[in-house]
C-alpha cells in the first residue's frame, strides 16, 4: 500500500528522469541486474531489481563486477545526482509491488559478490533469513553505499538489529518509522552515493 502511494506521488517526476537519463548518455532508462531476494538455509531467491540506470552503458565490461565508489568514473553526471538524492531507487517500487522487495529491510547483493561475503562474514545470510530485501534499511540510512568488504561488514550489523526489531508489533513499527524519516533526509540532504 505504502508503495503504491509512493509510486503514484512520484509517478510525474518519471517522464523528466527519463528524460534527462536519455539525454545525458546512451542506453535505456531503467536498469535490471539481477540480485539475492529472501534466503531461507534451503533456498535462495533471485530476482530482477529495476532502477533508473546511473551508469554508462557496458560499464562493468572490462572490469567485472565492482563496488561503485565517490567519483566513479562509471557513472553518469544525470546519474550522480539520481543517487545523491536515492532517486534511481524509485523503480524498485514496481519491485514491492511485485512482492519481490519490501520497502524496508536489508539490501539485495548481486549474486557475483554473495558467495565471497556469505565466505568472509559470520552471519551474513542469516541476516536475509525470513526478511525481504528493502529499497532503503536501517544499514543504508546510517552508512551509504558499499564500498568494501569492511563496509558490508559494518552492514551486517545493523541489517541484524532490524531483524531483532520485527520482535514486537511496537518495536517494528518504531524503527520503520525511524528509517524512514532518515531515508527522507538522506533524500532531501543529497547525502547518497
Known amino acids: 500500500?505504502?508503495?503504491?502511494?509512493?509510486?503514484?506521488?512520484?509517478?510525474?517526476?518519471?517522464?523528466?528522469?527519463?528524460l534527462a537519463i536519455k539525454v545525458s548518455s546512451k542506453g535505456p532508462v531503467i536498469y535490471r541486474q539481477l540480485r539475492v531476494?529472501?534466503?531461507t538455509p534451503e533456498k535462495m531467491d533471485l530476482f530482477q531489481i529495476m532502477k533508473f540506470r546511473t551508469m554508462y552503458i557496458d560499464?562493468?565490461?572490462?572490469?567485472?563486477?565492482?563496488?561503485?565508489?565517490e567519483n566513479d568514473p562509471r557513472i553518469t553526471p544525470v546519474g550522480r545526482f539520481l543517487r545523491k538524492t536515492?532517486?534511481?531507487?524509485?523503480?524498485?517500487?514496481?519491485?514491492v509491488l511485485k512482492g519481490e522487495m519490501s520497502m524496508i529491510g536489508p539490501r539485495p547483493e548481486r549474486p557475483a559478490f554473495y558467495q565471497k561475503l556469505e565466505d568472509e562474514i559470520p552471519y551474513f545470510v542469516e541476516r536475509t533469513y525470513g526478511v525481504l530485501p528493502g529499497i532503503t534499511g536501517l544499514a543504508q540510512v546510517n552508512q551509504g553505499y558499499d564500498a568494501c568488504i569492511?563496509?558490508?561488514?559494518?552492514?551486517?550489523?545493523?541489517?541484524?538489529?532490524?531483524?531483532l526489531s520485527l520482535g514486537s508489533f511496537y518495536s517494528w513499527i518504531t524503527m520503520d518509522l525511524s528509517i524512514m524519516s532518515k531515508t527522507l533526509i538522506v533524500m532531501i540532504d543529497g547525502r547518497g552515493q
Not at 560499464?59 to 565508489?69: D, L, M, N, Y
Not at 536515492?86 to 514496481?94: I, K, N, S, V
Open 1 to 18: 500500500m505504502v508503495a503504491l502511494l509512493i509510486l503514484l506521488a512520484t509517478a510525474p517526476l518519471f517522464p523528466f528522469i527519463a
Open 37 to 39: 531476494g529472501r534466503c
Open 59 to 69: 560499464a562493468e565490461q572490462r572490469s567485472g563486477a565492482v563496488w561503485a565508489t
Open 86 to 95: 536515492r532517486l534511481d531507487e524509485l523503480p524498485q517500487l514496481f519491485n
Open 150 to 163: 569492511e563496509d558490508v561488514r559494518r552492514k551486517v550489523g545493523f541489517d541484524h538489529s532490524y531483524a
